[in-house]
């Protein structure tokens, strides 16, 4: 998430470089389709809340583009996220 200062430190931005390193920089979901889309996300499979000792497991992560990454986790913006308590 955003201002979270783990995204920021340099053992995630080394788990990232590893992971993207290591899926050839390109989306694993697109390429299950024949599309060889750049990957800009390193995302954790068990998420970094339920599994913290997962969290820098490269086996823990996959190379998704921004908008395979948006599908698998929606952002909810603050301000509406405020506004309705998080419900929908």
Same mark, same amino acid.
């Given at each position: 998430? =955003?201002?979270? =200062?783990y995204y920021? !430190?340099?053992k995630?931005?080394e788990?990232r470089?590893k ?6 920089y390109?989306c ?5 389709y024949g599309?060889?889309?750049p990957?800009t996300?390193a995302h954790?499979i ?8 997962l969290?820098y497991?490269? !086996?823990?992560g996959?190379s ?10 929606p ?6 996220k ?7």
């Amino acid at each position: 998430m =955003p201002g979270d =200062p783990y995204y920021t !430190s340099t053992k995630h931005k080394e788990w990232r470089e590893k992971v993207l390193r290591r899926d050839g920089y390109l989306c694993q979901e697109c390429k299950k389709y024949g599309r060889n889309i750049p990957a800009t996300h390193a995302h954790h499979i068990k998420s970094r809340d339920e599994y913290p000792e997962l969290q820098y497991r490269i !086996s823990n992560g996959i190379s998704l583009c921004a908008q395979c990454h948006n599908k698998l986790e929606p952002r909810i913006p603050p301000d509406v996220k405020k506004f309705c308590d998080g419900r929908f």
